[in-house]
């Protein structure tokens, strides 16, 4: 049979390694949220800008602005930028995390009992966010180091082990539990996709779950939140009183919500109404059909990029695509979670919507990323064949 107007893509020989275009639905949605999530930010901080003396009134939305649309050419540069670039260097990475972790406890600027920043000229971000991602590339890598061996304890366990504890121990140190939590259960998910047996996900996750309880009941800050979880309204003056706020901002939206830019708990009630409480202004102004709809397109996010990772052209290129995405979902339910007090308050941000400007350029780079490994994979299968082991795509 002749091709004359069919690209023909063999995965055995050097054409394994062309670039294509970018995946068109994940693309779609991430712009899709980053606008949405901008609207927003102007919305819920308006008031607090108003109200301040040093800020216009759009001061917030100005700069999420720019680190918006900057943060689209940082995940446009890095989607040209190969996988297998990041594999390679995945352990000075690692490393340099490890680095600032530790610098962030000498150097760093100190809020709300924490020291988790690094302010340089007048930007300020946490090197949490770059242990995530550093975490994830240098995981794969040992994944693909140790492919076959994954079920055992000395492969499977140990290696994950001892880079989780090397960053949460450091995190702790800030303390940042929200970052730990997310270390952990990205950790977790990496294991699971390389192939560790379940057996020691029960053990693991038992002591997990044992250390993260002492180190919540054991600082003062944490054990404040727990108390303010398990009944926000005993002190809703004080340890409570952000909760009560977002969930009477939950409740005023209702069904259809009471409109854009309507909300009343935004004017100065609800604490970091334009950072990680975001999401109760989504549910006030836009009602419960709003806030579903956009967890509805996280979820099409999410489940696109786990889509990618399963037809990525090697293991690396999977196991990244995949990390990422379990890191997207555990942010956003995580965020969810606290906003409606499912779980206590460990101050996560809600990607694309929540204010700040690293941590937009950091996950817009993390979505640059998944764009790069879908280069590697044909834009519309229609027909393949075997041929002597190597099989030979048609792409039209």
């Not at 649309?69 to 260097?89: E, Q």
């Amino acid at each position: 049979m002749e091709y004359s107007d069919r690209q023909i893509i063999n995965f055995s020989n050097a054409d394994r390694t062309a670039r294509g275009r970018v995946d068109s639905p994940f693309t779609i949605l991430t712009l899709l949220l980053l606008l949405i999530g901008v609207m927003m930010v102007l919305s819920a901080s308006f008031a607090r800008a108003y109200y301040d003396p040093d800020k216009e009134a759009t001061y917030y939305f100005i700069r999420q602005s720019f680190f918006a649309l900057s943060g689209c050419a940082i995940m446009y540069i890095v989607s040209r930028i190969p996988l297998d670039l990041y594999k390679r260097y995945s352990m000075p990475v690692f490393a340099l995390s490890l680095l600032l972790l530790v610098l962030v406890l000498v150097a760093g600027t100190a809020a709300n009992g924490a020291k988790r920043w690094f302010s340089i000229g007048g930007i300020t971000f946490q090197p949490s966010e770059i242990a995530k991602i550093a975490v994830i590339i240098f995981e794969a890598r040992i994944i693909c180091a140790y492919k076959g061996k994954m079920h055992s304890f000395r492969y499977g366990v140990i290696p994950f082990v001892l880079v989780a504890v090397s960053v949460v121990g450091l995190l702790v140190l800030e303390p940042h539990l929200s970052a730990s939590i997310i270390i952990l259960g990205v950790t977790a998910a990496m294991m699971y996709m390389g192939g560790t047996s379940m057996k020691w996900f029960l053990i693991l996750g038992a002591a997990a779950a044992l250390a993260l309880g002492l180190m919540a009941f054991g600082m003062d800050y944490s054990s404040d939140r727990i108390s303010a979880w398990m009944d926000p309204f005993a002190d809703s003056s004080d340890t409570g009183y952000q909760i009560v706020q977002s969930l009477y901002s939950i409740g005023s939206g209702g069904l259809s919500g009471l409109g854009l830019g309507q909300s009343r708990q935004k004017n100065l009630y609800l604490p970091e109404e334009h950072n990680d409480f975001i999401f109760a202004v989504v549910c006030e102004e836009l009602g419960f059909i709003g806030a579903a709809a956009i967890l509805c397109l996280f979820a099409m996010l999410i489940i696109r990029g786990f889509w990618l990772a399963l037809h990525c052209k090697d293991r690396y290129h999977c196991l990244v695509c995949g990390g990422i995405s379990s890191l997207l979902a555990f942010q956003v339910i995580l965020n969810v979670a606290v906003v409606t007090n499912l779980i206590p308050c460990t101050g996560i941000s809600l990607p694309f919507f929540s204010y700040g400007g690293t941590a937009l350029w950091l996950q817009l780079g993390e979505m640059g990323i998944i764009l790069s490994a879908s280069r590697t994979i044909p834009e519309k299968v229609v027909r393949y064949r075997n041929t002597n082991s190597n099989f030979q795509y048609v792409r039209e």
